[in-house]
């Protein structure tokens, strides 16, 4: 086939390093344009390639209908948290790498014709870890699932939990689980697909836990690395080790589904699971959840918090974040002045606007100060559970 060249250009402008992907797997030279039509998945050697949050979504729901929620959750840095760059200078390159404010998106939309709450996350924006942004927003859409009696979707792509927010990210596991078991107890089905990779802080935690959990094809799926997983047992791993495929072999999985009908597929599970009728109107005569009546996971952890943290007169006063600089002049004396503070800036202004029915949040501002309000926040909702719920379909409804 003769090639035509449309114009003379320089070199660099014509072959853009993004045109061409080379398959991992074939090494078969695959054109961008033409790999986007077929859902990134190689059609030589059947590769799935990861997807963005975007195309996610595009493949997934009915085309036009996702609304998204919570778009201006955003992360601060509660540590200080500097490795060779400074965690906020590191989430400021994946914004601008993105165009996301964090590595997950959550909102509603319809799948096949029927409404769903989904969240998906994107590896993309720094390996698709997990802080507390996407923590909060697995666990709203978990909440907003269950007030709505919508079924949940949550798509996993992710290295684990977000070493730069530390105890913090480690949190989220509970958070998120305590909240999928609230919507499992109100017979509200979830779906958990799980997508290259998945391994980590995700995997041990919402992850696995769905009504029907299915995998892409040959993802990475597990906790630990297998080299960590071979040296801690000291023994050769299997062929296949980690790999859908062999997870699905070994009943951890209920199915391996390829991309291309992982939309029909998901629609047909939604037709078989139906979310349980609010009986009476009400969430009183609900299941109780399974597990030991007299331990409650939040009390438990929340109690554990106040034991261990130090008390706000040796609070120290950094720990206000980079979001509350850009809008606080008083806050913003205490950043020390650094290029980087106006380059996030500038980042932070470039992203997309946020709707106006959501404000641009941060997930943790001051975590010395919130932790304990907000573990007795969780307390409350444990021990009170049955008194909070009903109020938050109204919640929903003004947001
Ligand atoms: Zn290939």
Redesign the pocket.
């Not at 190689?42 to 590769?47: A, E, I, K, T």
């Given at each position: 086939m003769p090639i035509k060249l449309p114009s003379f250009r320089p070199r660099r402008d014509a072959y853009p390093p993004d045109l061409w992907t080379k398959?991992?797997?074939?090494?078969?030279m695959?054109f961008n344009k033409q790999l986007d039509k077929v859902q990134r998945v190689?059609?030589?050697?059947?590769?799935h390639f990861r997807l963005s949050a975007a195309a996610r979504l595009a493949l997934l729901l009915d085309h036009g209908t996702f609304v998204e929620r919570d778009a201006g959750l955003q992360s601060v840095d509660p540590l200080g948290f500097v490795d060779q760059k400074s965690y906020p200078d590191r989430l400021a390159a994946a914004q601008l790498a993105t165009g996301m404010r964090d590595a997950a998106v959550w909102g509603t939309g319809t799948l096949d014709g029927r409404p769903v709450a989904i969240c998906v996350m994107d590896f993309g924006f720094m390996g698709g870890s997990m802080g507390a942004v996407v923590g909060e927003k697995v666990t709203r859409a978990a909440e907003y699932a269950l007030a709505q009696r919508l079924p949940l979707v949550v798509v996993s792509a992710s290295g684990g939990a977000r070493m730069q927010e530390g105890t913090l990210a480690l949190m989220q596991l509970a958070k998120t689980i305590g909240a999928l078991e609230r919507l499992r107890a109100g017979g509200v089905p979830y779906l958990s697909v799980l997508s290259d990779p998945t391994t980590g802080g995700v995997f041990a935690s919402f992850a696995v836990l769905g009504d029907i959990n299915v995998a892409e094809p040959n993802a990475l799926i597990g906790f630990a690395g297998a080299r960590v997983s071979a040296g801690t047992i000291a023994q050769e791993l299997p062929a296949g080790f980690q790999r859908s495929e062999f997870l699905f072999q070994h009943g951890f999985l209920d199915r391996v589904v390829h991309r291309s009908e992982l939309r029909g597929e998901i629609a047909r599970f939604l037709g078989y699971l139906v979310p349980a009728s609010r009986r009476n109107g009400t969430f009183a005569d609900e299941p109780e959840p399974l597990g030991l009546p007299s331990f409650r996971p939040l009390s438990f952890l929340s109690n554990l918090a106040e034991r261990v943290m130090p008390s706000e007169a040796d609070a120290p006063t950094n720990g206000s974040g980079s979001h509350d600089s850009a809008h606080e002049p008083s806050a913003a004396s205490q950043v020390p002045p650094e290029s980087g503070a106006a380059r996030r800036a500038a980042v932070a202004a470039s992203l997309p606007a946020v709707p106006a029915h959501d404000t641009v949040e941060a997930a943790v501002p001051d975590p010395v100060k919130q932790e304990p309000e907000r573990a007795s926040e969780g307390t409350v909702d444990a021990d009170a559970h049955d008194a909070a719920t009903p109020e938050r379909p109204q919640d929903a409804e003004r947001g």
């Open positions: 398959c991992p797997s074939c090494e078969e695959l190689c059609p030589s050697c059947g590769h």
